[in-house]
């Protein structure tokens, strides 16, 4: 992924005439994210027909579709996002405390692995682990570059400091997921908590993904492992835990 021509040219002129004057960035950055869960569990609700063994369906693609409308419509206006350094495929992290980096990245694939393979994989046809597999390399670069990539050049537009910007977009991050655990967890004694670890999971996940990308400057490794993360764990907690499917 690479800038747009005239991007960078753009984002001068952004710097130029003031951050905290650019109102669509303070928008971006302070309103829109809050209307993400308002809008998924709304337009998902639509869909309830479908039972709810089947309503991730619906979820997902209304979720991908607003984050990725949201994003593009943030470049069209403001450029940037798609930064080439950002974006620049490699695993390699680098920056300060770059040895903490990669064990927050991918210290957690040496016992997500295993868990996966003893507690998910007996129980995943063909069919369920290629479902989750595209869903799971949809989702992971998906989330990284709104959440993280866009609500980065947002804050930064608007003047937010590094300091708030770690502290805000993570909760953001973690509260769209409400809209998730409403659809997905039955909404009995057990629902609180699974909306509590919910939050407290995606918005420690959150906060790392967020610190990486401010210490090293890119978001490729997240993406890579976001996606394993959805792949090994979240899609077979839902599909056999949640929902017990099987197809």
Known sequence: LSPKPGAGAQEIRVSERG??????????FYVIPWTVPVILASLTSLFLGVGRSWIWIPLLLIYWGTIWGLTLYYR?????????????????????????????????????????????????????????LLGAAINGPSE?????????????????????????????FALWH????????????????????????????????????HRSGRLFPQCFYHSCANFLSVFPMIAITALHLSF
């Open 76 to 132: 069209r206006r403001r450029g940037g996002v798609f930064d080439q350094e950002r974006f620049r495929i490699t695993f390699k992290l680098r920056g300060e405390h770059a040895w903490l980096q990669y064990v927050l990245i991918y210290g957690p694939l040496l016992w997500v692995i295993p868990f996966w393979a003893h507690s998910y994989l007996p129980h995943l046809s063909v069919n369920m682990a290629l479902v989750m």
């Open 144 to 172: 990284e570059i709104y959440w993280r990539a866009c609500l980065e050049d947002a804050g930064r537009a608007a003047g937010v400091s590094q300091k708030k910007r770690l502290i805000l977009a993570p909760i953001m």
């Open 178 to 213: 409400t809209a998730f655990v409403i659809h997905i967890f039955p909404f009995d004694e057990t629902w609180i908590a699974a909306w509590a670890a919910t939050i407290l999971s995606t918005w420690i996940s959150g906060s790392i993904w967020m610190w990486v990308l």
């Open 19 to 28: 951050s905290s004057e650019d109102a669509l960035a303070k928008l971006y």
